[in-house]
């Protein structure tokens, strides 16, 4: 029994919030890896689109709530979740061509883009705080809880209860869903299949035919739905801020990179890879281990390596180890 309880704190804790983490971390990474395959930079202002596609979401919502239009046990943010996409869409049309299409056509460096990209990101940043202002906002409605700890002890009759939220079961379907389709329209759709040639070698592709200014435009939408939904799930499954969104630059590039740039596969299997490290590392283990051994063996201590407040540390000693050992990553991506 106690074995139980112990896998039910390690289920509550850490493989629940890691799961739902880990969606939220992959949605983000394929945005950020789509841009590095296809366009041939690193976007740091990913994070920020992130941000802005929620803050629309949350502004859509907040219009749904005040006309009476709700989605029942569901968050109202899923209705509203096109609208900021398509608005998002428009942001980074809008950016590319008044902004990224220049440099290109300049054939401007890597480096050049990126440093590009953090000027766009400031911009973005300043123009999300100056929307929806600074502080944490809770848009999540419905139902708070698919599973209630309550309603599982007295189901079980064990002493720990596992509670799973309705915002993290909608984050892992969402995620898989969105990944299913990414997948689907990469590997069959003729669009989706001049991308992968795009990528893979740009003169074959043109050669072929393949209009880079279509592919381009294609890659952004895509990138900002991918964004949009990313940001409205993490937004969901804890709160809104948008400096939040700004920090999570550094795991979401992380698990890109740990998967291997450019590799769509490798940047879902790296959001996992991080959400599970940083969840694991900054966890205290004292409960679970409680129930492992005797009561006269039972620390006394958190048993936690990190705390909470240093838990993107852990998504920067990845990314460290993983450039310095396998800069490729774990599916042999484009090496940064």
Known sequence: MDVINALVVLANFVIVPGLAYGAQLALGALGVTLIYGILRFSNFAHGDTMAFGTAITIIGTNALIAAGITFGPLPTALIALPLGIAVTCLLLLGTDWAVYKFYRSKKAAPVILVIVSMGVMFVMNGVVRFIIGVGDINFADGERFVVT??????????????????????????????MALLFWFLNKTRTGKSMRAFSDNEDLALLFGINPDWVVKVTWMIVAALATTAGVLYGLDKSFKAFTYFQLLLPIFAAAIVGGLGSPLGAIAGGFVIAFSEVTVTYAWRRVVAYLLPEDMAPEGLLQLMSTDYKFAVSFAILIVVLLFKPTGLFKGKSV
Do not use: D, K
């Open 149 to 178: 700890a309550r309603g599982f002890r007295e189901a079980t009759g064990l002493a720990e209860g596992l509670a799973i939220r309705t915002t993290q079961v909608i984050t892992v379907v969402v995620a898989l869903f969105a």
